[in-house]
């Protein structure tokens, strides 16, 4: 489970505080920075245990990243890394199980949308 921080990410834009699934496809990736390039990225996403708390536990951060931190995105907002997979959650029958209020799409379809708004 991933929690969407407040960023200036152009993808993740009106997510901040949402908690949500996502795929994970290895356990590898884990981001390392010097202190000087720290200060250049902002925090987009981090892994969340059941209590909403960040993680650095297996199997709910499976890289074991510092304070689950997992996504980040420039201060303008236009470039934004992260380690788990949210295309392959973006419809509802993808997620092994979801609210009926959910629709056809799952959470993540915003981030989709948001960089189409973005580019248009």
């Not at 921080?5 to 699934?21: F, T």
């Not at 994970?24 to 981001?31: L, W």
């Not at 201060?75 to 992260?82: A, H, L, S, V």
Request: negative net charge.
């Amino acid at each position: 489970m991933v929690e969407v921080v407040e960023s200036p990410s152009i993808l993740l834009q009106g997510m901040a505080g949402a908690r949500m699934p996502v795929a994970v496809a290895h356990g590898e990736g884990r981001v390392e920075f010097s202190n000087n390039h720290q200060q250049q990225v902002e925090l987009a996403l981090r892994y969340i245990n059941h209590q909403g708390n960040p993680t650095e536990r297996y199997p709910l951060n499976p890289n074991g990243s510092v304070a689950g931190e997992t996504g980040y995105t420039t201060e303008d907002g236009r470039f934004t890394i992260m380690m788990p997979h949210p295309e392959r959650l973006f419809r509802a029958v993808q997620h092994s199980w979801y609210p009926d209020g959910w629709g056809e799409d799952g959470p993540w379809m915003r981030m989709f949308r948001n960089a189409r708004v973005w580019v248009d």
